[in-house]
């Protein structure tokens, strides 16, 4: 089982940009799709965006499309989440997610491996 540990989170203005880190270990990172949730307070956990094992796939919730960019190194076990542009909208707990599959899938039901989350805030 992969273990997964956020980091980058922090209070921003609006139009500011942050980028988020999640570095895994304890698995073949490798082989895992990886993807980013998020999740305001009082609402569900949704998609942000996640990448498969060989990069051939990646995709971004319309929420965030243009920009945030995922993207990962297999050689440091770590995915990545570039946040321009930041919206008051976008203020929630970023969760890092690990499934052993090929594609992406939007569904968090679908992940196995979750990180604690780090909080971002986008002051207007």
């Known amino acids: 089982q992969v273990q997964l540990v956020e980091s980058g989170g922090g209070l921003v203005q609006a139009g500011d940009s942050l980028r988020l880190s999640c570095v895994a270990s304890?698995?073949?990172?490798?082989?895992?799709?990886m993807a980013w949730f998020r999740q305001a307070p009082g609402k569900e956990r949704n998609f942000v965006a996640g990448?498969?094992?060989?990069?051939?796939?990646?995709m971004y919730a319309d929420a965030v499309k243009g920009r945030f960019t995922i993207s990962r190194d297999n050689a440091l076990n770590t995915v990545y989440l570039q946040m321009n542009s930041l919206k008051a909208e976008d203020t929630a707990a970023y969760y890092c997610?690990?499934?052993?599959?090929?594609?992406?899938?939007?569904?968090?039901?679908?992940?196995?491996?979750w990180g604690q989350g780090t909080q971002v805030t986008v002051s207007s």
């Open positions: 997610a690990a499934a052993r599959f090929s594609v992406v899938d939007r569904r968090q039901t679908s992940y196995t491996n």
């Open positions: 304890g698995g073949t990172f490798s082989t895992y799709t």
């Open positions: 990448i498969n094992w060989d990069v051939r796939r990646i």
